[in-house]
């Protein structure tokens, strides 16, 4: 167990729609990572929280947000969901920016 | 090209052998060096960092970077059915945190 914690583990959804992520970082951890996982793309970065800053981004569609709040647990929102939106989705966390990240359980969507 | 090679495999193995992994990336900037494994439908576990060239040991794990031909390598010795998963490598710059990811390399350890 990493001390990462994601909810939920699984969420059907339907095209158009809109889901919210959770993640909730190890004690102590300032940095929030989000990755996406699919198929034919591996392991995506999304984008970087660090202490409520919005750090980095990569290659996260405009339909997708993400924020990290006071108590530093961290929500991703998908919206317009299509198809191809169907992936797991992981949320890593670090103590400080570095680079020992730390995966949570992941959360697996699938927009029907 | 992608950034970050690795062969997806599958590699079999029988138990008791040496696993031997490998990824090749194309950019010189990358400090930060990272395997991982994942289990079926689970989040990936760090099993090893290393910062620039050399080797890491730690356990029946070792690590190898060779900054100069741009390859990393995760050796598995005495591997165990409990040792099947796939295995990613991961990589970042020095002031740059997110990771880059191999396609992840599929392992079974036969009994």
């Known amino acids: 167990d990493s001390g990462v914690t994601q909810t939920p583990k699984h969420l059907i959804t339907a095209t158009g729609q809109r889901v919210t992520l959770r993640c909730s970082p190890r004690s102590g951890d300032l940095s929030v990572y989000w990755y996406q996982q699919s198929l034919d793309q591996g392991l995506q970065f999304l984008i970087q929280?660090?202490?409520?800053?919005?750090?980095a981004k990569g290659n996260i569609l405009e339909r997708f947000s993400a924020q990290q709040f006071p108590d530093l647990h961290s929500e991703l929102n998908l919206s317009s969901l299509e198809l191809g939106d169907s992936a797991l989705y992981f949320c890593a966390s670090s103590v400080a920016q570095g680079n020992t990240q730390y995966f949570g359980p992941g959360t697996r969507l699938t927009v029907l | 090209q992608k950034e970050v090679e690795q062969d997806p495999g599958p590699l079999s193995v029988p138990e008791g052998a040496i696993v031997s992994l490998n990824c090749t990336y194309s950019n010189s900037a990358f400090q930060y060096f990272m395997w991982y494994r994942q289990y079926s439908r689970k989040g990936p576990e760090l099993l090893m960092y290393t910062y620039s060239s050399g080797n890491k040991e730690d356990g029946r794990f070792t690590a190898q970077v060779d900054k100069s031909s741009k390859y990393i390598s995760l050796f598995i010795r005495d591997s165990q059915p409990s040792d099947s998963a796939t295995y990613l490598c991961?990589?970042?710059?020095?002031?740059?945190?997110?990771?880059?990811f191999g396609a992840g390399t599929t392992v079974t350890v036969r009994a």
């Open positions: 929280y660090y202490n409520g800053e919005e750090r």
């Open positions: 991961a990589m970042s710059f020095s002031n740059d945190y997110k990771l880059s």
